[in-house]
């Protein structure tokens, strides 16, 4: 019992000298949103399109490929409909200058 009140004691003075915002703001700062974030938020939009009864539940950036004037940010989106789930590939394909939409391609997942 009496480790238990010093170990209280201690807890109560060290609250007195460090600031609550250690632990609040700043220990949680935002991240940078990434590059593909955009591209992330278009991915999820064409799902909802193609499936919009269906429920996203969650999403892998693949990667980026590199073209000569086009790149093409490619996502893996995992998808509830109508008790089913199953991965669809959005592969969009965009111009590298502008950022402009060239074409965007869906694929099932074999599963």
């Known amino acids: ?3 238990l009140i010093i170990s209280f004691m201690v807890l109560m003075f ?4 460090i ?8 220990a949680f ?6 590059a593909y974030a955009k591209w992330g938020r278009l991915a999820m ?6 499936y919009p009864k269906a429920k996203i539940l969650d999403y892998l950036h693949i990667g980026r490929e590199k073209g000569q004037t086009t790149d093409i940010e490619k996502f893996k989106l995992w998808i ?8 669809l590939y959005i592969d969009i ?6 950022e402009r939409v060239i074409r965007i391609n869906t694929r099932r997942s074999a599963n």
């Open 1 to 3: 019992m009496k480790k």
């Open 14 to 17: 060290l609250s007195e000298y």
């Open 19 to 26: 600031p609550i915002r250690a632990f609040t703001e700043e």
């Open 29 to 34: 700062a935002e991240r940078p949103e990434p």
């Open 45 to 50: 939009e064409t799902a909802k399109e193609k």
């Open 80 to 87: 509830e409909d109508s008790g089913k789930e199953f991965g």
């Open 93 to 98: 394909e965009f111009d590298s200058k502008t």
